[in-house]
């Protein structure tokens, strides 16, 4: 015969997984991002290379807003990439929040 689990120990089960699931959580969860982001753009003829320029144009506009530390383009949140034609090249956009991991920082 089969045995249905009490609600009170499903409960407890679930939230067992809730808890290591919040420890054991990705470095992404432990990053701080600020309030807007930018966009980066580029105009060129080759796609690939027009994307990393637009991408490098993203860090400029962090880095001279805030510092080097929130511009890498990895650890930003809401990040999306778009190329498009224009006038016989592409137009390429990258979109994103700056965010910083704060993982193994040590206090000052």
Same mark, same amino acid.
């Given at each position: 015969? @089969?045995?249905?689990?009490? @609600?009170?120990?499903?409960?407890?089960?679930g939230f067992s997984v809730a808890v290591a699931l919040i420890l054991t959580s990705s470095p992404a969860a432990a990053a701080t991002c600020k309030p807007w982001g930018f966009v980066g753009q580029a105009v060129g003829a080759n796609q690939t290379q027009t994307m990393v320029l637009a991408r490098a144009n993203w860090?400029?506009?962090?880095?001279?807003?805030?510092?080097?530390?929130?511009?890498?383009?990895?650890?930003?949140?809401?990040?999306?990439e778009r190329c498009d034609p224009y006038r016989r090249?592409?137009?390429?956009l990258a979109n994103g929040v700056p965010c910083k991991d704060e993982m193994g920082l040590k206090a000052k």
């Open positions: 015969m @089969l045995r249905v689990p009490s @609600l009170k120990s499903a409960a407890a089960a860090a400029a506009k962090v880095t001279a807003q805030w510092d080097q530390s929130w511009a890498t383009w990895t650890q930003a949140a809401s990040r999306w090249q592409f137009r390429c």
